[in-house]
């Protein structure tokens, strides 16, 4: 068992994201996680993604605020609790639309290594 407090986190950054504080609370150097990885991201209003694809399946779990998820031109909005699974190669945009940060989960495996 490993537990993590948050303010132990390790910052990381994501590419494509602006207005986002990323925070690896398991997996990777934070953990012995075989399978897959644990960020905390923290979106400040008007932050957000932009439109991009990984071949990394992936989940998101709002914790709190409001996060507009953008696929094909269509909106989804996830609120505190919601969450979305995103397929491999498939394209999304998020934003934070509110005027208050919004924070959610990320979960996602490992990349491949060849």
Known sequence: ????????AVP???????DMRGLRLQGWDMSDAAN????FSQFLPNGGAEKDAS??????????GEITIIKDGTEYTLKAHDSCHIDPHEAREIINKTNL???MLVIMPY????
């Open 1 to 8: 068992m490993k537990i993590n407090r948050l303010e132990d």
């Open 12 to 18: 990381y950054d994501a590419p494509g994201h602006f």
């Open 36 to 39: 897959f990885w644990v960020g």
């Open 55 to 64: 071949p990394l399946e992936k989940v998101y779990v709002v914790l709190e």
């Open 101 to 103: 940060t919004a924070t």
């Open 111 to 114: 990349p491949k290594i060849k």
